[in-house]
């Protein structure tokens, strides 16, 4: 646990500045200038308690919540710790910044394909992860607490996946660091959302003309197609999750995801988390089986009125007849009288975002690299890494790279795994969804 003031200066110095920057000022602003701000820097899970009633009373979001952080910590086994900064104001606590440090791979990437992959310490922070005053002030001290633990060797880079572009912790951690340690590739993306989910009817009378006479069509070819055959299960239950993540593993490793390298994956870590939302009670998986076959899952976790959708997969070979589509609206039915005021879609593009989600945000990811060389070799790395894929996506003459890009790709892809045979135990897609229809 260390204790420092900001700036790097010790107390008294710091208020002697701060006197002699606003001189004539009357006793009154002179006590407001003077205010003594320290920090207190916990990287050990069992101290968290000293400040877990300020916490809790602070939370807002699922990832900033102190159980689910905590839990996340201990999944990610022994190279993980936590790094929460908590702001003192005169020995007041005003703010909390909830990150942890963890020893990992950081990938620099040409397009999709992975050029170098080291292996680095990093400060990663949570989103929706700073705490109670969250003003300018604050979030630039943060900021540059954040640069001085990487100074001192803390870390190789400070990592925020999900920040709030419109925020001012995004305006310090983009602004307070060097040419050389800031971020010169800040992806923006959309956070989605839909508020207030209604039922599935409710949703369609949401949407435009086309769009909802598109998705009325695709549920109806699937319970049409497979009519008496299709069951929905919902899981959330510890009793009930060696079941889900065995048939949530079945279909990702048979999605397209999987080829691509991203998407759930049964880890230890993945079933600690489980375990975690489980026993808070918040956990809600829902999965798609025709014949008893495991088709299409959706994960989510339920925390304060606010549904997050963690994770959506289902296997390439139902891509006919969108098992995704038809599942999530079963879901948003099932969902109707749910207290529910919000679905988080997370970030993202394509085609289930665009029909579902109704709200979007503009999210950043942002990094600050340590002021060191191997830190400021992987920022040009990355950097060259970044304009290299715009210039390749963006120049029409240059088809070829695009291509060359893709078929290394390919060839890198995870095949996917082999189907069942229909001798198996378990009815093989090929025959569910063909040779019982003839």
């Known amino acids: ?61 699922r990832d900033s919540d102190i159980d689910f ?16 900064i908590v702001l003192f104001r005169d020995g007041r606590p005003d703010a909390v910044l909830v990150g942890l440090r963890e020893r990992r791979k950081v990938s620099i990437k040409i397009c999709s394909v992975a050029i170098i992959q080291p292996e680095l310490e990093v400060l990663e922070f949570v989103h929706g992860g700073l705490l109670g005053n969250n003003s300018s002030e604050n979030s630039a001290a943060l900021v540059r607490t954040v640069m001085k633990s990487l100074a001192k060797g803390a870390a190789d880079l400070a990592l925020w996946e999900h920040l709030d572009a419109q925020s001012a912790l995004h305006l310090s951690a983009t602004r307070l660091p060097s040419i050389g340690l800031r971020d010169h590739c800040r992806k923006v993306r959309s ?40 069951d929905v299960r919902s899981f959330q239950s510890v009793t009930e999750l060696d079941e889900a993540v065995r048939d949530m593993e079945e279909i990702a490793r048979n999605s397209v995801k999987r080829q691509l390298g991203f998407g759930f994956f049964s880890t230890p870590q993945t079933r600690d988390q489980l375990f975690v939302e489980a026993a808070h009670g918040w956990l809600r998986i829902f999965i798609l089986y025709v014949d008893g076959l495991p088709v299409s899952f959706w994960k989510g976790t339920l925390y304060q009125r606010c549904l997050h959708a963690d994770h959506v997969g ?48 503009p999210e950043a990811r942002v990094r600050i690299f340590a002021p060191k060389f191997r830190a400021l070799r992987l920022n040009l790395a990355h950097t060259l890494a970044h304009y290299t894929t715009l210039l390749i996506q963006n120049t029409s003459c240059l088809d070829w790279a695009r291509k060359a890009v893709w078929r290394m790709r390919k060839s890198w892809l995870a095949p996917i795994s082999p189907r069942p045979s229909e001798s198996d135990s378990v009815k093989s897609p090929t025959a569910v969804l063909y040779g019982e229809r003839r």
């Open 1 to 61: 646990m260390n204790f420092f003031t900001a700036n790097g200066k010790d107390e008294d110095e710091r208020t002697e500045d701060q006197h002699r920057a606003r001189p004539g000022t009357t006793s009154m602003k002179s006590k407001t200038t003077a205010e003594k701000i320290t920090f207190q820097t916990i990287c050990d899970l069992r101290e968290l308690g000293s400040i877990r009633k300020l916490w809790m009373s602070w939370q807002k979001t």
């Open 69 to 84: 952080f905590s839990g996340l910590v201990r999944s990610r086994g022994s190279g993980c710790s936590p790094h929460v």
């Open 191 to 230: 956070h989605w959302f839909l508020y207030r989910p209604k039922g599935m009817e409710g949703f369609f009378k949401s949407l435009g003309p086309s769009q909802r006479s598109k998705l009325r069509r695709k549920y109806k070819k699937f319970s049409d197609t497979f009519a008496g055959r299709i």
């Open 314 to 361: 289902f296997d390439s070979a139902w891509s006919e007849f969108s098992p995704g589509i038809f599942l999530f609206l079963n879901v948003i039915e099932r969902l109707r009288d749910a207290d529910i005021q919000v679905i988080d879609f997370g970030t993202g593009t394509g085609q289930f975002y665009q029909s579902f989600a109704k709200v979007q945000r």
